[in-house]
């Protein structure tokens, strides 16, 4: 096993990686700008080095200095968390020309994956199915119009580089075709640098699901099931849950296997996930797959009892797995929400300020994985997620609501958060019933009802605003000023001030 190990990202991915290791007896290091030094992963860590660099993102993708700080500090593996450096290939290369472990794959299988078109066609060849489309960059207009007819309308122009849901048009009629393609290639290359922009049939109405492989690097693969990611807004993931109330047990196995296969066709090490579109017909359809470690991990690690970051570290110490599949079962039920720093009520505008004061929901099937506390500063410079909330329960409906209690007692002062917006979803009969898919925020969930029932979220709101927990709870409840009558009352009174 590793002495040391370095953790080139920040925020609550940093922590939690920091905590796995701290489990395995490996030591810690930090890298952090200047803007973050008093970040909880910053005082977390064993060691901690700070980067410097023009722009504060721009350290954390400063490979070279990332590496001299690895070499500096003693670090034997780097683990890249997700996002920044994670799913850049030669990063992965620059830490095996370093001499230093990579924790997650080799290179070649971030590169393949990394571009979809490359990975359509490499998914194609291993006989799982892939959403209907070329498996190269369209160039020439006539040959869009033609696919696109063959396709049969609504199209999905995607970006071959893309992620984020940047440069994806969807186009519904031959009229739109063109100016959409013009568009999606100039965001493509302003995003990603590659205009290259290919074609999908759109699906309609349909589920994201994922399924969590790892494999170590003696051969053995493994998948944990499936995560339903549905709840989406823009193609960006709010609330992910496993297990997926459409999925039964011979689906997840099938769903298992052609993971296997698509893991297994990249020579894939470490942890990855395959996500597919899941239609109403119940098939299902290789979107991309994702070579690091997600955001929403958690809710497997609940479920399946494993703890993904430690097995990844352990992978990369050249060490096999420490499960098999038939060890894999699964237990109960486990829903993540994203708690982003953003204006539910105002278009999920990005939020900034100094987090005032912060009590995060506790209590059993609550978890918190946190990279923020009271006084952390939250900036422009990067993600507006401050944290992920993961309920467990015995089932869905006992996972909803311990989640429903735990937002009403996530208290952030100073900083406005999604969190009023995960209770309206955790309150909505569609989502309660299951029956929802990636269409259900921009087609079901009504946010003019949202916006209008603001008062009745009066106590949460004001909780997460700079405007005070108490001053709008009384302002919301007025007969609570009344002069109390009783003892009892009186308590009451204190208790649910002091709650
Ligand atoms: P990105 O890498 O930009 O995030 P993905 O390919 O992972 O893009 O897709 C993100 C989301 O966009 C999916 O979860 C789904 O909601 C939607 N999407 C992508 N491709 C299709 C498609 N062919 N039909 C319908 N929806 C799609």
Not at 8 to 32: Q, Y
Not at 37 to 50: L, S
Not at 253 to 261: D, L, N
Not at 339 to 364: C, H, Q, S, V, W
């Amino acid at each position: 096993m590793f002495k040391r190990i370095l953790i080139s990202n920040r925020g609550e991915i940093a922590v939690r990686i920091m905590r796995a290791a701290r489990e395995l007896g490996v030591e810690t290091v930090a890298v952090f700008h200047s803007v973050d030094k008093e970040m909880p992963f910053v005082h977390y860590a064993d060691y901690a080095w700070e980067l410097t660099s023009e722009t504060p993102k721009a350290g954390y993708l400063d490979i070279s200095q990332i590496i001299e700080l690895a070499h500096k500090s003693g670090a034997e593996a780097i683990h890249p968390g997700y996002g920044f450096l994670s799913e850049n290939a030669k990063f992965s290369q620059a830490c095996i020309d370093a001499g230093i472990k990579f924790i997650g794959p080799k290179p070649h299988a971030i590169e393949v994956m990394g571009s979809k078109t490359k990975a359509r066609e490499l998914m194609a060849a291993a006989g799982v199915p892939i959403v209907p489309g070329t498996k190269e960059k369209i160039t020439d207009m006539n040959r869009l119009h033609e696919i696109a007819n063959e396709l049969v309308y609504p199209v999905l122009l995607k970006a071959a580089s893309g992620g984020g849901g940047k440069g994806m048009r969807k186009v519904s009629s031959p009229n739109e075709l063109e100016s959409c393609f013009e568009s999606a290639s100039r965001e493509a290359l302003k995003s990603f640098g590659d205009d290259s922009i290919y074609i999908e049939k759109y699906i309609e109405n349909p589920k994201h699901i994922e399924i969590q492989i790892i494999a170590d690097e003696h051969g053995n693969y493994v998948h944990l099931g499936e995560r339903d990611c549905s709840v989406q807004r823009r193609h960006q993931k709010l609330i992910e849950e496993s297990p997926s109330t459409v999925l039964d047990e011979s689906l997840r196995y099938k769903m298992g296997e052609v993971a296997i296969a698509a893991a297994k066709a990249c020579n894939y090490v470490n942890a990855g996930t395959i996500e597919f579109l899941f239609d109403k017909h119940k098939n299902f359809y290789f979107l991309e797959m994702n070579t690091r470690l997600q955001v929403e991990h958690p809710v497997t690690e609940l479920v399946t009892g494993f703890d993904l970051a430690k097995e990844q570290i352990r992978i990369a110490a050249g060490e096999k797995l420490s499960f098999t599949q038939s060890d894999v079962t699964w237990k109960g039920h486990a829903i993540e929400c994203r708690i982003n720093a953003e204006d539910p009520f105002n278009d999920f505008m990005p939020d900034t300020g100094k987090i005032k004061y912060l009590r995060e929901p506790a209590g059993k099937g609550i978890r918190c994985d946190s990279g923020v506390e009271s006084g952390s500063t939250i900036s422009i410079y990067f993600d507006s997620m401050l944290a992920k909330l993961i309920a467990y329960g015995r089932n869905r409906q006992e996972a909803i609501e311990r989640m429903e209690q735990a937002l009403m007692n996530y208290r952030i002062k100073g900083i406005k958060t999604v969190i009023p917006f995960h209770l309206a979803v955790m309150r909505h009969e569609q989502f309660r019933a299951g029956s929802f898919d990636t269409g259900f925020i921009e087609q079901v969930f009504d946010f003019d009802s949202f916006k209008k029932i603001k008062d009745e979220f009066a106590e949460v709101i004001a909780a997460i605003t700079a405007a005070g927990y108490l001053k709008a709870k009384a302002q919301a409840q007025p007969e609570r000023r009344k002069p109390k009558q009783s003892k009892w009352k009186d308590y009451r009174f204190i208790s649910r001030r002091l709650f």
